[in-house]
T-cell receptor
C-alpha cells in the first residue's frame, strides 16, 4: 500500500540555522512527490514538487528537496530558517491509480523557530 | 485571481443535524477533493471527483455525502450518521491528469454544539 511517513512530529530550530524535514514514502512505481506548508487555521500551500528529472528541486521561500530513490526519501531543506517559517509541513505522494489523482499525506511535522 | 473558496469558515452542528460545507473553484480544474484534518493525523481523503456528475469514496466516506453538478462546485454534507464530525475540512482541486499538484482552500472548521 502507498504510504508516507514523516518521522518527526515536532522540530525546533534556531533562527538562522539550517533545517531538514524528513519524508519517507512507500510506492510501487515512480512517485510524484510534494511538500506543502500550512499556517494555523489556513489551507495548504505548495512549496515544491517532484515529477521526474533532476532529483534536487527548488521551491518557494528558499526551500529545496532531494529525491533519493534508493532511500525512498524526499527530505525538505532550507539553509537558513526565518521565524516566519514556523508552521506545519506535510509531505505527500501521488500518481497512483487507486484514487485517481488524490494525494496521500504524511501526518505532518510542526516546525517551531526559536530566537 | 483564481482560487478555491470554502464557506463558511466556522460551522456549528447540533446533534442529529446535517450540515453542508461549500467549496467553489474558478481555476477551471477538473478534479476536486475533500479532506478531513484532525490534530496529528494529517489529511485523510473523504471524497473526490474527477468529472462532473461523478465522484468516488475516499478512505473515510462514511457519514458524508457529496454532489458534483457543476464543474466549479463540490459541496460536502456532513450527515447525522457521522458521529465525530469535529474537524478541519479542506477542499482541493487539480487539473486532470494526475501529475498536477492540488490547490487548497482555506478550510472550514466544524464543531459540535
Amino acid at each position: 500500500a502507498q504510504s508516507v511517513t514523516q518521522p518527526d512530529i515536532h522540530i525546533t530550530v534556531s533562527e538562522g540555522a539550517s533545517l531538514e524535514l524528513r519524508c519517507n514514502y512507500s510506492y510501487g512505481a515512480t512517485p510524484y512527490l510534494f511538500w506543502y506548508v500550512q499556517s494555523p487555521g489556513q489551507g495548504l500551500q505548495l512549496l515544491l514538487k517532484y515529477f521526474s528529472g533532476d532529483t534536487l528541486v527548488q521551491g518557494i521561500k528558499g526551500f529545496e528537496a532531494e529525491f533519493k530513490r534508493s532511500q525512498s526519501s524526499f527530505n525538505l531543506r532550507k539553509p537558513s530558517v526565518h521565524w516566519s517559517d514556523a508552521a506545519e509541513y506535510f509531505c505527500a505522494v501521488g500518481g497512483g491509480s487507486q484514487a485517481g489523482t488524490a494525494l496521500i499525506f504524511g501526518k505532518g511535522t510542526t516546525l517551531s523557530v526559536s530566537s | 485571481d483564481g482560487g478555491i473558496t470554502q464557506s463558511p469558515k466556522y460551522l456549528f452542528r447540533k446533534e442529529g443535524q446535517n450540515v453542508t460545507l461549500s467549496c467553489e473553484q474558478n481555476l477551471n480544474h477538473d478534479a476536486m477533493y475533500w479532506y478531513r484534518q484532525d490534530p496529528g493525523q494529517g489529511l485523510r481523503l473523504i471524497y473526490y471527483s474527477q468529472i462532473v456528475n461523478d465522484f468516488q469514496k475516499g478512505d473515510i466516506a462514511e457519514g458524508y455525502s457529496v454532489s458534483r453538478e457543476k464543474k466549479e462546485s463540490f459541496p460536502l454534507t456532513v450527515t447525522s450518521a457521522q458521529k465525530n464530525p469535529t474537524a478541519f475540512y479542506l477542499c482541493a482541486s487539480s487539473i486532470f491528469p494526475k501529475d498536477q499538484p492540488q490547490h487548497f482552500g482555506d478550510g472550514t472548521r466544524l464543531s459540535i454544539l
